[in-house]
């Protein structure tokens, strides 16, 4: 089976971890006999306005000629919206099988020139044989959308995640209550919401001591400093900036807790599957497709997006929690039992045998 992937977000030398997702997904494909013969992809980011224009440029042009003489199974489509206008135009004279992935601002888009991409994409998500989504609340999403057949959707969680990496480090116990924050430093995130709730915790005295690890880098880190250093708290408030993934679990298994508390529509939130499989539970907002893997008392617990107060509650009721040996030890169990369902393996194993059999049928 020989296909053609496009997407716009591909890792690149200098910039590793720019789509790795994508790449991720296309290489456990290949592991399940599915071929690439060409990928046509924009890799890394630039800052540079003129140099996005000319990728773009590239980008488009290799679609169409590519679209047009290439000999394909099936196009691959990673973010239609951002190839959507090269695809109509090749789709005219063309009829490839379409398999498009979703992945999040193509439905909850949030500019004028993201909803009329959205738009001009529909009627490529229409012709598809398959629409690949990252979870049943973001694939509700897309049927509502796009007004398509909810039976043309698939759901695969992004790759899933790699539980040889991600996993529980015997032996290892904290003497100071954990939380840890793990995502982009950006608005809609939610590194506020955390901070502000650890505020009111020292307003509470619920808590005598606190630790609090903040992982990752975006546009708002200046204002995260700003925020730590005025706030000039009691608790323990470490901002370690962005890491590589391989470097993740090593501090997912420094945490008690995850604290995942975005007030977006979140299409997944892979970030908190990746901590519970280091046997970290969660206290995550109740938003997007969170409440699909967060069962509140069993492996995490949930509160408002957004609300800082009902999240210093939640944090309270984890310390306590914390503080009981044998049910903190359960719902680390649990976190680790409910993960084990993302396992890499299992998902490009799924993801593949779907992957045949939409391209197969005539």
Not at 50 to 75: E, S, V
Not at 103 to 116: D, P
Request: overall charge positive; charged content about 20%.
């Amino acid at each position: 089976m020989k296909c053609c992937l496009i997407s716009n977000l591909y890792p690149s030398k200098d910039d590793k971890y720019y789509g790795i997702f994508v790449h991720n997904v296309v290489g456990q494909l290949e592991q399940h006999g599915i071929s690439f013969d060409k990928k046509i992809v924009i890799r890394g980011r630039t800052d540079s306005t003129i140099t996005k224009i000319f990728k773009y440029i590239k980008f488009y042009a290799l679609i169409i000629y590519h679209g047009m003489f290439g000999k394909f199974d099936c196009l691959y489509i990673h973010f239609v919206s951002f190839s959507a206008l090269p695809l109509l135009l090749v789709t005219l004279f063309r009829p490839h099988k379409l398999v498009i992935n979703f992945h999040g601002g193509e439905v909850f888009t949030i500019s004028r020139l993201a909803s009329f991409f959205k738009t001009i994409s529909k009627p490529l998500v229409n012709r598809a044989v398959s629409l690949i989504v990252p979870s049943a609340f973001f694939g509700n999403a897309v049927t509502r959308a796009f007004s398509v057949s909810p039976q043309k959707i698939f759901v695969s969680p992004s790759g899933g995640i790699n539980t040889d990496i991600f996993s529980l480090a015997p032996g290892q116990v904290n003497t100071v209550f954990t939380l840890g924050y793990v995502s982009r430093i950006d608005w809609g995130k939610g590194w506020d919401v955390l901070l502000g709730a650890v505020k009111l915790l020292e307003q509470d005295h619920a808590i005598s001591d606190l630790r609090v690890v903040i992982v990752g880098d975006g546009k708002e880190t200046g204002a995260l400093s700003k925020m730590i250093k005025e706030m000039n708290s009691r608790f323990s408030i470490e901002y370690v900036g962005g890491v590589p993934q391989s470097q993740l679990p090593g501090y997912f298994r420094q945490m008690d807790f995850f604290v995942f508390p975005t007030t977006l529509q979140e299409s997944l939130g892979l970030v908190a599957v990746e901590a519970m499989a280091c046997q970290v539970p969660v206290i995550a907002s109740e938003v997007g497709a969170i409440p699909e893997y967060i069962r509140p008392a069993y492996n995490g617990f949930l509160f408002e997006p957004g609300d800082a107060a009902e999240l210093s509650r939640k944090i309270i009721a984890a310390y306590q929690l914390f503080k009981d040996n044998h049910a903190y030890n359960l719902m680390r169990q649990n976190a680790g039992n409910v993960a084990e369902a993302f396992n890499s393996d299992h998902v490009a194993e799924q993801l593949a045998g779907h992957f045949k059999g939409v391209i197969n049928e005539r």
